[in-house]
């Protein structure tokens, strides 16, 4: 069974700093995803990391696969109150079925105070 | 209408009721799913549809009952729930064949609470 866990559970930080989102597993996945979810809604796909060692930018938010493919980990700079939500990481699972499913992490609750 | 909708929003009933849970897609995937989301719990995998055909049931007690009448429309009819499964269910959607490793597109989904 693959795993994917993720730490820290909760954050809690003040506007303008900055944090760094851990998502790891002893499993290699062929990729990662990275979701947010707000409260009441539904994850929004924020990223998909595909390679090993693959940075990707997004505006304030940076994502990273390991070389070996097996974490990922999420930076956030000089964060917003916008940015408050809960951060998911999800992989494949082993086996390639073609419907996709994915094992999620159990997330990150994430809180920026202005 | 664009990605995923969900119908109702909120939803309480009692527990020798029976109501329907509606997600629609139009994104034209192949592939929709069902989760559970709980407090303090990761996201819970429940039905997997795959061209309208279920291709997974993780074990979920048969109150809750799946109907996938096409690659668009899902369906959740639930019948004497137990307050246990109040939580927010979520409706999800994926192109079988994406090479990317099944980005999936999830909907608000539904607020369920069980009196």
Known sequence: TQLLEQSPQFLSIQEGE???VYCNSS??????QWYRQEPGEGPVLLVTV????EVKKLKRLTFQFGDARKDSSLHITAAQPGDTGLYLCAGPNAGG???GKLTFGQGTILTVHP | ETGVTQTPRHLVMGMTNKKSLKCEQHLGHNAMYWYKQS????????FVYNFKEQTENNSVPSRFSPECPNSSHLFLHLHTLQPEDSALYLCAS?????????????????RLTVL
């Open chain 1, 97 to 99: 079925t073609s419907y």
């Open chain 1, 18 to 20: 900055n944090l760094t």
């Open chain 2, 39 to 46: 407090a303090k719990k990761p996201l819970e995998l429940m």
């Open chain 2, 94 to 110: 994926s192109q079988g064949t994406s090479g990317r490793g099944g980005e999936q597109f999830f909907g608000p989904g539904t």
């Open chain 1, 27 to 32: 499993s290699v996945f062929s990729s990662l």
């Open chain 1, 50 to 53: 595909v390679t090993g060692g």
